[in-house]
T-cell receptor
C-alpha cells in the first residue's frame, strides 16, 4: 500500500521569504503521480503543482517549485517570495495511475507572517 | 465554467438520522471520487465512479455508507443511522478521461461539513 508522510505539522515564514515543505512517500510502483494541494481556510482544495514520476525535470509553477528525488522517494515543495495568501494547509499527495484515488499526507499548516 | 459543486455546505444531524450529500461534477467529467476529511487530517478515499459504474468502494467505512451515480453525472453519498464518528468534511472530486492515458487532475468541490450530535 502507498503511504504519504509529512513530518512538519506546522510551519511559518515571513512574507517575501522562501519556505520548503517536506514530503516523503512509499510505493513499489515505478510510474505514478505526485501533487501538492493547497487548502485555505475556506476549505476548497486547490492543485498547486504536479509531477509525473517518469519525468526527471522538477516541476515549476510561478513561485512554486518541487524537488523530486525518486530514489529517495522525496517530494518537497518550495514557495518563493511568500505571500499572505499562501497561508493554508498544504497536502502532499500520491496517485498510482491517472484514474485512481489520490492518497493524501496528513498536511502541513503554513502561516505567512506579515 | 462551473466547478464541482456540493450541497448542502453544512449539515447537522442527530445521531441515528440518515443524511444525503450531493455532488455535481464538472460537466463531461467521467470520473467521480468521494473523500472523507476528519478535522485536522488529510482526506481519505471513500469510493470511485467511472460514469455510472462504481468501480471501487473499498474506502467506505461501513455498510451504513452508500453512494450512487445513476445517470453518470450527479452523485449522492448517503449515510444511514449516522454516528458521531461520521462527523467530517465530505469532499467530492471529478476528472475527465482523455485518450492516450494522459494525466488528468482531480478537481475538488468545496465539501459538505457534517456534524453529528
Amino acid at each position: 500500500a502507498q503511504t504519504v508522510t509529512q513530518s512538519q505539522p506546522e510551519m511559518s515564514v515571513q512574507e517575501a521569504e522562501t519556505v520548503t515543505l517536506s514530503c516523503t512517500y512509499d510505493t513499489s510502483e515505478n510510474n505514478y503521480y505526485l501533487f501538492w494541494y493547497k487548502q485555505p481556510p475556506s476549505r476548497q482544495m486547490i492543485l498547486v503543482i504536479r509531477q509525473e514520476a517518469y519525468k526527471q525535470q522538477n516541476a515549476t509553477e510561478n513561485r512554486f517549485s518541487v524537488n523530486f528525488q525518486k530514489a529517495a522517494k522525496s517530494f518537497s515543495l518550495k514557495i518563493s517570495d511568500s505571500q499572505l495568501g499562501d497561508t493554508a494547509m498544504y497536502f502532499c499527495a500520491f496517485m498510482k495511475t491517472s484514474y485512481d484515488k489520490v492518497i493524501f499526507g496528513p498536511g502541513t499548516s503554513l502561516s505567512v507572517i506579515p | 465554467g462551473a466547478g464541482v459543486s456540493q450541497s448542502p455546505r453544512y449539515k447537522v444531524a442527530k445521531r441515528g438520522q440518515d443524511v444525503a450529500l450531493r455532488c455535481d461534477p464538472i460537466s463531461g467529467h467521467v470520473s467521480l471520487f468521494w473523500y472523507q476529511q476528519a478535522l485536522g487530517q488529510g482526506p481519505e478515499f471513500l469510493t470511485y465512479f467511472q460514469n455510472e459504474a462504481q468501480l471501487d468502494k473499498s474506502g467506505l467505512p461501513s455498510d451504513r455508507f452508500f453512494a450512487e451515480r445513476p445517470e453518470g453525472s450527479v452523485s449522492t453519498l448517503k449515510i444511514q443511522r449516522t454516528q458521531q464518528e461520521d462527523s467530517a468534511v465530505y469532499l467530492c472530486a471529478s476528472s475527465p478521461i482523455r485518450a492516450g492515458g494522459s494525466l488528468e487532475t482531480q478537481y475538488f468541490g468545496p465539501g459538505t461539513r457534517l456534524l453529528v450530535l
